[in-house]
């Protein structure tokens, strides 16, 4: 180390030792460093920042599906379709349950007589208001939000959604999350804004990186499918192993946070109404074979509740799982479906959503569900 190196770094342990100064003038030199990081970050981040770095670069994890959706959001808004455009929203079981989004297209396409893109802003456990705040960020145009259903989808907590607010798990900014935060989360945004959530989001992309992926900086290739082709699922035994646990959690989480995610999904509804996007409701692939049909009646109730929703804001409700024949060695485990699979399911996917663009309220559902067992209330 040269004498230069060494002079350099003692004068940054020195800048850094200030900080820990109890004096007035360090904490408003502290505070004039916050303010830079709000006017400076804040716009790098969330204004459009995000395409002027590789997304294989900003990625922690090859399944990293909350910087992907963000980075697809800012990518959408600075290059919007030019086409109607399919955009799928839900959790993994979602991302799961179709091939790529340029097969999906040319199916929908094909069946609909008409071009078609398909985006997937689906992520792993993506809550309602996770699926609010991007559609807040999505560009005009005609467009059409496949929201998909299933328990995960509707049990999340409002404690986790909050963080979002500070721009934790998303790095994307939704006024209209802002808008709505008292009457949900009892709160406004904070005054820090999404700093927090930059910061976060730096943290972990440093451990990350470090742990287990490739040196800072250098690309990784995102992976859309957990389950890639040639995957194995687990077992029939150890698909079942947890199923009573998973059940049970659903129940519980359920009766606790419906209301409040299907409140959420009312909010998306109205956006999406005001924007001028096309609806449509779907369920996720479910593995009845080793869960049940009822999934402890936690499906019963959550379609009666989307029926309703479905009906009041005139959205067709699609139900493709009774038009596929879907078996336990069809899922890797209770809720994804493995590759082979995902042929049958898109194939019918693609014809249902087709016939929404060709005659919107054709698929409006009336479902019921009084014959599909226990039912939650």
């Known amino acids: 180390m040269t004498l230069r190196d060494v002079q ?47 997304e294989g670069r900003l990625l922690r994890i090859s399944h990293d ?61 993506e809550s309602m208001a996770m699926t609010l705040a991007l559609v807040d960020n999505l560009p005009p145009g005609p467009a059409t939000l496949a929201i998909g259903l299933d328990p995960m989808r509707v049990t999340g907590t409002p404690q986790r959604d909050e963080e979002l607010l500070s721009g934790h798990t998303l790095l994307v900014r939704s006024r209209r999350l802002d808008e709505i935060a008292p009457q949900f989360f009892g709160k406004r945004a904070p005054a820090t804004g999404y700093i927090p959530g930059i910061f976060d989001y730096v943290g972990s992309y440093l451990r990350e990186r470090a742990a287990d992926g490739p040196p800072w900086g250098e690309k990784i290739t995102y992976q859309p499918h957990y389950y890639p082709w040639g995957s194995v699922g687990h077992s029939p035994l150890g698909k079942r192993r947890n ?69 009041k804001w005139d959205v067709p409700y699609l139900h493709i799982e009774q038009h596929v024949k879907l078996d336990d060695a069809d899922f890797a485990d209770l809720f994804h479906l493995l590759a082979p699979a995902r042929l049958k399911w898109q194939s019918e996917m693609a014809r249902e959503i087709a016939a929404t663009l060709r005659e919107p309220t054709a698929a409006v559902a009336q479902r019921p569900v009084a014959a599909e067992g226990r039912t939650l209330r």
């Open 243 to 311: 199923v009573l646990y998973v059940l049970a959690k659903d129940v519980t989480l359920y009766r606790e946070y419906g209301d409040y995610n299907f409140a959420m999904l009312q909010e998306v509804l109205q956006l999406a109404r005001q924007r001028g996007y096309d609806v449509v409701l779907f369920d996720q692939p479910l593995n009845a074979s080793a869960a049940g049909p009822d999934w402890a009646g936690v499906m019963p109730a959550i379609r009666r509740r989307a029926t309703v929703l479905a009906n």
């Open 65 to 125: 599906d909350y910087v992907h959706v963000s980075v697809k959001v800012q990518e959408l808004k600075k290059d919007p379709p030019q086409t109607r455009t399919v955009y799928l929203f839900g959790g993994s079981g979602t991302m799961e349950c179709f091939v790529s989004e340029a097969s999906l297209a040319a199916a929908i396409g094909r069946d609909a007589h008409q071009p078609v893109q398909v985006v997937s802003l689906a992520a792993h456990q």
């Open 8 to 54: 350099s770094s003692n004068r940054w342990r020195t800048f850094l030792r200030g900080f820990r100064q109890r004096n007035p003038l360090v904490l408003v030199a502290a505070g004039a460093c916050v303010l830079l990081a709000l006017v400076v970050l804040q716009p790098l981040v969330f204004d459009g920042g995000l395409t002027r770095v590789d």
